[in-house]
């Protein structure tokens, strides 16, 4: 970990004395001397990063030289700052210059001085570091690139993987569940931390049976440290959202009491299940349970590492029946069956006996915990059997006489220690997010890319880089997991398990690599970053935080507005790199986010703020600047400056029930804008302020991957085809015409970006595109009010990489015909609003892995798409605002009916917009095949937006 820290320093200490040729020659052999002494201090820190958690000896050591190289980074970003010249005209800046020279002068001397300092104290640690090395450095676990077998591609991941022992718990939980009509129980689970209980639930509470039969669910996380007020609104928010009705906003200023009892009205007289993950005390237990009203059927479910809350809880709520699931380790045979599925792939078992012995002295480490034996499976996927009997050998020192917590804990630190040190703070960063948040995948990226993490490699991007050699990395390893995917199957979300989390935080904090803020908490006396998850109140009247390089806070925040703005006060804050402000209630933009001249990201996502001040333009370093879900419509000329910008969002939908043409929001734009060279993503601009002019300048941008244009108008289409054909790189591109009947004409487009993954064009269209019946790679398309004559299946039907098709109000026709052997990758199909459909025919071998159809508001469409029977792997059908001959038609008990076509589908729902809200509706298999009162949690769909 002290690794990249130096080599951090090194980088910078290169670039000094390659750029700034005006420091004097003996500071720049120091400097050198300092940078050849560093050099050799890393190759030190590879091996006593291996050994640091077994020779106090070498941390004293490691610790030394990380603050030294702090302490580097520091004085080098101190220097920069001093010689930064402010931009501004060019009268102005002849006005500085005798000014600008004195700064630079005596900036030079100081960093002469601070240099020289420096230069002792490395040499000093440097002196001293060889009687911490380790006299046998090969007899410990090596960090070593040798793969046995070929890499895996595609991460087994514990909530996805094959569930070993899964199925018997979750028969029986379902049976307690759906047992009889008594009055509200509660069913616990209960077991040590890693054992599965989440994911347990989490497969009970998405089971088909268990979905019809409860009208109302929610699934609640607590952990050990929770707000009750946001807990009880997350609750009250997932209640509302079942009818598709807004939350009453008086709801935002209930205190606890006041939630308790809104729950439980809005619960009274219906059945429902509530999910409680998670519960650390029976005081939580408590807090919340006054909530549930004794419903005839309902239940809650809790999970739980003590066995004291699960009987406490089951046995006030249930009288004399105990409910409580005791979940335990896996046995021998189920632990040896999930170690070779993780470790050897798709082979049964170890290559040959010598391996299969050191497997089950290892896998006996594990003591059945799932989370370890999949931790340890992606250490060992790489290894060779020589590092395989080191491995034994580390894991089996010192553990005779500690207990399983302490077994289990080595197993989880040896993933981390067995990282590359370049992913240990990809890895460690991870700590900075809050329990059970949902991290974006590609905000990490930024985040790690912004924090100098990433390394550069030819021909790529660091966001390329970013993905394939790093987060793929640790998803391979298992350190992360999957918590979300588009539709198209790209990884958006993922998460950390908690006991993994328990590891890297307290690592963070031995290593002072980041500190979690909580209430009226000291902070530790160097702050490198800030993870402000409680309240940040009088924190900064306490003490300084000269070295503070990321401070972020979280929507869940107490008492945000009283603690956000004295943060952005602190003179402390100059050298700041990172600053994430996503929800706080801000209406102006910050001044003082101007005097931030090392900023690289910026996040004011979710805030009120409407404008922005010229000044942006002295962000020169800035990479990322997120305003996305704000009030803001333009952006000054001045963003012309930011020449490293590479992500600018800009841009805020607003759905009220249907999508509409003019949902999407983006933000007035002229030329000055493809000054940016270093744009990645832009998205969206508004093509009717820049005009032609604007479409035209837009294929300088040749590092563009994403491209969002909105209020496009027909007369703009020649400027733009010109644009596009010279964006090489593009991978994903969304054109909104200004009106349903403007035209968006691209038909001038002879040679479309090959690379092209996700295309969105919301607009008519005279003719189908030609084009992209040519774009192989395409993943997604999405083609709203077209307004097409021609069947656009013919053009479509054969792209080999398709996975999600999206139409609204794409086709005039009255048939839509899906012919055998096309579609053949496809996921998801959405068919909304094509008035004049009657009939959807599928022919047998069409769309083979659909497995998300949803047909809305065609009214017309009065039965199911002949040979939908044949559609076998469709998981789910939904019907919004569809004619009720239709539902009709697949209930049980309709004699002659289509209910023989579609029972093979696990879930099917119905859904109208009544009285401001959306209701779903679900379809009981039962005998009376009653069609239930709303059952679902749903989002508005993705596609409307």
Known sequence: MAEIVVNYALDK?????????????????????????????????????????????????????????????????????????????????SLRNITSSIRKIRARHQIASEIQRLKFRVLSIAEGHNRFRPENPTADIKIAPK???????????????????????????????????????????????????????????????????????????????????????????????????????????????????KINSFLQQKKYLIVLDDVWRIGDWDAVKFAFPKNSGSRVMLTTRHAEVASASCMEFNGNVTKVYRLNPLSPEESWTLFCRKTFEKNACAPDSNWKTLAVSILERCEGLPLAIVAISGVLATK?????????????????????????????????????????????????????????????IRLWIAEGFVKVKEGMTLEEVAEAYYFDELLNRSLIQVAGTTGEGRIKTCRIHDRLREIIIRKSKEENFLTIVRENMMLPEKVRRLSIQKSMQDVHDRQRMPRV????????????????????????????????LEGAPLEIFPNEIFRLFHLKYLSLRSTKIKSIPSSIGNLQNLETLDLKNTCVTALPAEISRLQKLRHLLVYRYEIQSYAHIDSKYGFKATTHITRLLSLQKLCFIEADHGGNDLMKELGCLNQLRRLGIVKFRTENGVALCSSIEKLKNLRALSINSIEEDEIINLDCLSCPPRFLKRLYLTGKLEKFPHWISSLHSLAKVSLKWSQLRDDPLQSLQDLPNLAQLDFLQVYEGETLHFKAAGFQKLKILSLDKMDGLKTVIVDMGAMPLLEKLFLQRCKLLHSLPSGIEHLRNLKLLEFWDMPAELIMTIRLEIEGGDYWKVKHVPEINTTYWRDGGWDVYSLYRSIDSEISAPTRTLELPSYWK
């Open 13 to 93: 200490l290169t670039t000094l004395l390659t750029e700034e040729v005006q420091l004097h020659r003996g500071v720049k052999e120091e400097a050198q001397t300092i940078a050849e002494e560093l050099e050799r201090i890393e190759v030190y820190l590879r091996a006593a990063d291996e050994i640091i958690d077994r020779s106090p000896e070498v941390k004293v050591s490691v610790n030394l030289l990380r603050e030294v190289a702090y302490d580097i980074e520091d004085a080098l970003d101190e220097y920069n700052l001093r010689i930064a010249r402010p931009p501004g005209d060019d009268l102005l800046a």
């Open 147 to 261: 793969i046995w077998h070929a890499r895996r591609q595609d991460a087994l991941l514990l909530e996805e993987a094959d569930l070993v022992g899964i199925e018997i718990p979750k028969k029986e939980l379902i049976s307690w569940l759906l047992q009889g009509d008594t009055e509200r129980e509660v069913v616990s689970v209960v077991g040590m931390g890693g054992l599965g209980k989440t994911t347990l639930v989490k497969k009970v509470y998405d089971d088909a049976e268990v979905k019809l039969q409860f009208k109302y669910r929610a699934w609640i996380t607590v952990s050990r440290s929770f707000n009750l007020e946001e807990l009880l609104k997350g609750l009250v928010r997932q209640l509302y959202k079942v009818k598709r009705k807004p939350v009453p906003q008086e709801v935002e200023g209930m205190d606890e009491g006041q939630l308790r009892t």
């Open 384 to 444: 060779s059997i020589d590092e395989w009997d080191m491995i034994q050998r580390s894991l089996a020192d010192g553990l005779e006489e500690n207990d399983r917590l302490d077994s289990i804990e080595k197993i989880l630190s040896l993933s981390y220690y067995d990282l590359p040190y370049y992913l240990k703070s990809c890895f460690l960063y991870l700590s900075i997010f809050p329990y059970d948040h949902p991290i974006d995948k590609m905000k990490l």
């Open 549 to 580: 390089r990321s401070l972020l806070m979280f929507r869940r925040v107490d008492s945000l507005s009283k603690s956000y703005n004295p943060i952005l006060h602190l003179p402390d804050l100059r050298l700041l790199k990172v600053l994430d």
